[in-house]
């Protein structure tokens, strides 16, 4: 190393392109890159895993806070895909700058460059020391998730000779920045109300109109830093972002200054260089090429150019000491003519082969020099040609993809619609074909249905009454037993009427085992069907809806129990109690039961006017209970949004309001409408039938 040595330079190089496979030397990835020597070393300080694993564990407790009380569908459920997701870009002059919101950022550290660089052990002993204890405490909104240094890579200059790159490390990390608590943000905007206020006071003052959407645009961020220490109002407690990690590490964007990320990326290589200067590094801090962020092509492109520049400057450089040489020997040719007058002939002979000479030189470097920069502007358009090369065959690959996929889809599209025309064109022949069977079949079918349906209805409901008609029977027999002993005694102590008592009571019995077999008889046969009870209309107006008839026969018995048909009086006055009762039972059953039905099941009755056919129809539960079931949750939202925006508080009263109560139903449920064409179907075909007959 020379006296004259100014230092190394420092490159602390920061960007949102970065790869985990390059960092760790995957073998897979790192077969596929030639700038890379396996035979030289490499390293991995630590790593804390892949993105997704460490996104999720720098911030799991600020999405728990914030998934706390809220709604599944306003919960966080991927923190990392949403960042990847969002679309929100900053301002950038610069068109090609990638201003998408970033998960990862990435720095690479360098001491020197590939053609002088720091020794490789006391670069990677410093860059170490900084980047695990000083980085972290100075800068503490940018987390290293990983570090590693490679000390194994190279690359050449354009002479073809091999340049061992410098021992360097990657470090790429997470921007993380704070947000307000519910109260913060509370106490914030206070703050603002009441700075807003005393602003307008001072402006009505002196004269000066109030703008608000001048205020609206004031920016309160660094304001709120200063009293907070939080860059971010609203959101998780701990986000990722770097212009507002970057703000709250004291970097805004300013004129003159630069964005906040170069200059946090500025602090971070002056920091470094002034570390190395404290480990003993000698740094060279003079302004070197401003550029901006270059790829690796470009870069090697450039430098290739500074060698070219430097090798026709040293070509001028001869040239220039062969013209100085030339102009010398004619000077001295000029001095020997001026003072050999013999030799003159020889002299100028010389001087036109000289002139010549000169001429020829000046044109050789005039071509040369018209060459070389012929070559250099044909190496800048073949750069330009590849690259618009490619991107046009990227776009070609592209657009042929699509193409072909649209094109698939398109014949996948064409075949299902053939083929439902085809069954379309088939159906349509086979209803025009069998048609008219088919209707007069499906009337047929529908009738045997309501047949079937009422004639299920009247069994089910038979079994039911005669049930409950046999357990009362049961109960008014048992009372009725309990009255004959009872008229028993009575008639055991009168011994004059002892054997017309006997004769009665036996008479009775077999009236009895007749009844009973007449009712075995009944519930055989009138299972399927429903009689009337005899004489059951005339023991109801005789009762009168009174259960006293019981006690009125008996006192009457009592009275007129010497008479010889007086126990046959008696049995016929209870026999046609019961059915008195039982019918009252009935029509009591009946009406609730036809009032259950309605209800679940709703109601429908056909009915003539004149000539045409009427159907009364309502809803049962069993209809709602489907409509709520097999209906969207779209559809009912929208069903509610209507009932509220009505002032209504069921759809029952929006659906009171309008001139046909179905209509409201049928907008909104498909169940509805199933039912309305079912009824509708059904009412023309009892039109057809009423026409034909």
């Avoid at 106490?187 to 006071?201: T, V």
């Avoid at 020829?360 to 502007?377: A, H």
């Avoid at 039911?464 to 009362?472: A, D, S, V």
């Avoid at 009775?508 to 055989?524: A, V």
Wanted: charged share 40%; with cysteine; aromatic share 8%.
């Amino acid at each position: 190393m020379t006296d004259n040595f100014e230092g190394w330079r420092v490159t602390a190089l920061m960007r949102p392109k970065y790869s985990f496979g390059h960092n760790l030397r995957l073998p897979d990835y790192v077969e596929t890159q030639k700038h890379i020597d396996p035979t030289r070393p490499h390293g991995i300080v630590f790593h804390m895993g892949d993105e997704r694993e460490t996104f999720n564990k720098i911030f799991e407790d600020a999405i728990k806070e914030y998934n706390n009380g809220k709604r599944k569908d306003r919960q966080i459920k991927d923190y990392y895909q949403k960042v990847l997701d969002d679309e929100r870009c900053g301002k950038h002059k610069n068109p090609k700058a990638n201003s998408k919101r970033q998960p990862f950022y990435e720095f690479q550290y360098y001491i020197g460059r590939r053609e002088s660089h720091c020794p490789d052990e006391k670069a990677k002993k410093v860059l170490n020391i900084y980047l695990t204890k000083i980085f972290p405490k100075r800068f503490p909104n940018f987390i290293i998730t990983s570090l590693a240094w490679h000390n194994d890579e190279y690359s050449f200059n354009r002479k073809g000779e091999r340049l061992e790159s410098p021992l360097h490390f990657h470090a790429p990390g997470i921007f993380v920045a704070h947000a307000l608590t519910p109260e913060e943000l509370k106490e914030e905007m206070e703050y603002r109300r009441k700075c807003k206020e005393i602003k307008k006071a001072e402006l009505e003052a002196k004269g000066i109109a109030w703008d608000e959407e001048k205020w609206k645009e004031k920016d309160w961020r660094k304001g709120m830093i200063e009293r907070w220490g939080k860059a971010l109002e609203r959101g998780m407690s701990l986000q990722t972002s770097m212009s507002a990690a970057c703000n709250e590490m004291g970097f805004f964007t300013e004129k003159g200054k630069g964005t906040a990320q170069q200059q946090f990326e500025e602090a971070v290589r002056h920091d470094l260089m002034d570390f190395c200067e404290e480990m003993g590094i000698k740094i060279n801090r003079t302004k070197g090429h401003k550029h901006s962020h270059q790829s690796k092509e470009d870069y090697v492109y450039e430098q290739n150019n500074i060698e070219w520049d430097a090798e026709l400057k040293e070509k001028q450089k001869v040239l220039e000491a062969k013209e100085i040489a030339l102009a010398n020997q004619i000077d001295d040719f000029d001095y020997r003519i001026e003072h050999l007058e013999e030799k003159e002939q020889e002299l100028e002979k010389t001087k036109k082969n000289l002139k010549q000479q000169e001429e020829q030189l000046k044109n050789d470097s005039d071509k040369i020099t018209e060459r070389e920069q012929q070559l250099e502007s044909d190496k800048i358009k073949l750069g330009l040609k590849e690259k618009q090369l490619d991107s046009k065959q990227k776009l070609q690959l592209e657009k042929e993809t699509y193409l072909s996929n649209k094109e698939e889809y398109l014949k996948k599209l064409k075949t299902q619609l053939d083929e439902q025309d085809s069954k379309q064109s088939e159906r349509e022949k086979r209803i025009q074909q069998g048609e008219a069977p088919l209707l007069k079949k499906e009337m047929e079918l529908s009738d045997r249905e309501d047949s079937i349906t009422q004639r299920e209805l009247s069994l089910q409901i038979d079994e039911n009454k005669i049930k409950n008609r046999e357990k009362l029977a049961d109960e008014k027999l048992e009372s009725a037993n309990k009255k004959e002993t009872h008229a028993v005694e009575t008639l055991n102590q009168a011994q004059k009427e002892k054997s017309d008592a006997v004769n009665a009571q036996n008479q009775m019995q077999q009236l009895l085992d007749e009844n009973q077999k007449q009712i075995d008889i009944f519930n055989l046969e009138n299972r399927s069907k429903i009689t009337e009870i005899e004489n059951w209309k005339e023991a109801s107006e005789q009762i009168k809806d009174s259960d006293s008839w019981i006690k009125t026969s008996f006192e009457e018995y009592n009275s007129n129990r010497h008479k010889p048909n007086a126990i046959v009086e008696l049995y016929n006055k209870v026999k046609k109690g019961i059915t008195a009762v039982i019918t009252k039972v009935k029509q009591a059953y009946d009406k609730k039961l036809d009032e259950l039905n309605e209800r679940l099941f709703g109601h429908k009755r056909f009915y003539s006017e004149g000539r045409n056919i009427v159907c009364e129809y309502n809803y049962g539960e069993s209809d709602f209970a489907d409509m709520l079931r097999d209906t969207p949750v779209d559809n009912i939202q929208k069903a509610i949004d209507e009932t509220k925006k009505l002032g209504k508080k069921t759809f029952s009263e929006v659906a009171n309001t309008k001139e046909n109560k179905f209509e409201f139903y049928e907008r909104y449920f498909d169940k509805a409408k199933t039912l309305t064409r079912e009824r509708m179907l059904e009412l023309e075909r009892r039109r057809e039938r009423a026409i034909t007959r």
